[in-house]
């Protein structure tokens, strides 16, 4: 006699029961909806940590020596000379492109799961290490690729005088004028290295995270602060194993406006050890990291989790029809 989907169900371990996404009755999320989720995560979690972020910039760009007294002096400094506002310079760049970014990254990294798992038999359940690794990979890979010139623009942005560029578009036409449209992509390469490691490493580790959770709690959703602090762990172990590439993908991003210049990921990475060093050249703000990196993605990580959970709460209750 052929087994009943309940039969099934009872023959999986715990944790693989604890994994499984909805119900094939239950009606699921869109691409859009996973789209939606993705956006509204990845602007909340940047406009949280903008500051930071802007901070951060001006260091790695500079061959000024990097320590917190000074991170906060410089934030200090600029919140007395332009206003607090001023804090968030360059934020508006930064949705424009970290909306699309993350929208897409997060959708992806569910589409390539889904893929993933029909690849390596494990449908419906958590994937083993190297697809749940491979799926993050391809995500921030995939994001990476349809997004860059934002990127370069919100790092240019970031680094300027307001009457250097007045708006975003200025930004293009001026690059593209001035240097060339092929500039708008300085940088691709230690960006697509780098977020190779950095994506897989942190939904690797967030969903490693999540399953051992359900393992040894029989919850199929951790609470919100587990999600935090979930996503606090990935986001520093990410960040920690790529950050000299994103040192050297800010420097050949800002070449134009800081008279340097850097031909090749080797290059410039050689030029940063010759002129300050190893440890203090290549991971220049990384203790800023350290901070705003955990933040972020425990944020970001957890909004996109709870939208999607109250998206797909939505659907089963009839709210929205496709």
């Known amino acids: 006699m052929a087994h009943t989907v309940q039969d099934h169900q ?4 715990q944790a693989a029961v604890l ?3 909805p119900s094939s009755h239950a009606k699921r999320l869109t691409v859009l909806d996973t789209l939606l989720c993705g956006a509204f995560a990845g602007a909340v979690a940047k406009t949280v940590i903008a500051p930071l972020d802007r901070t951060k910039i001006i260091f790695q760009v500079s061959s000024q020596r990097f320590s917190a007294k000074e991170a906060f002096r410089l934030i200090y400094c600029t919140y007395m000379k332009d206003g607090f506002l001023s804090l968030w310079r360059g934020n508006s760049a930064t949705m424009v492109r970290v909306i699309p970014y993350a929208a897409i990254q997060f959708c992806s990294h569910d589409q390539y799961k889904g893929i993933l798992g029909r690849y390596y038999g494990f449908q419906g359940k958590a994937l083993p290490p190297f697809p749940r690794f491979l799926a993050g990979s391809l995500a921030g890979t995939t994001a ?4 860059y010139p934002l990127d370069m623009v919100r790092a240019r942005m970031a680094v300027t005088p307001r009457q250097m560029y007045s708006n975003i578009m200025h930004i293009f036409v001026r690059i593209t004028q001035e240097e060339g449209i092929k500039t708008l992509y300085r940088g691709f390469c230690p960006t697509i290295l780098g ?15 999540k399953k051992l959770h359900a393992e040894r709690t029989r919850r199929s959703q951790p609470y919100s602060y587990e999600r935090l602090a979930f996503g606090a762990c990935a986001g520093l172990i990410g960040q920690s194993a790529s950050y ?9 991003q800002t070449a134009g406006v800081t008279g340097q210049q850097y031909g090749s990921v080797l290059g410039t990475m050689k030029t940063i050890v010759v002129q300050e060093g190893g440890v203090r050249g290549l991971y220049k703000g990384l203790s800023m990291n350290w901070i705003k990196g955990p933040i972020a993605v425990g944020v970001s990580f957890t909004t996109f989790d ?5 998206l797909h709460k939505m659907h089963q209750l009839g709210y929205f029809t496709h």
Do not use: C, Q, W
């Open 10 to 13: 009872r023959a999986l371990p």
């Open 19 to 21: 994994s499984l996404p």
């Open 144 to 147: 990476v690729m349809l997004t």
């Open 195 to 209: 977020v190779i490691p950095y994506s897989g490493i942190t939904f690797f580790t967030y969903e490693t995270l």
């Open 244 to 252: 000299p590439l994103d040192m050297v993908r800010r420097r050949m």
């Open 306 to 310: 709870l939208m999607h959970n109250l």
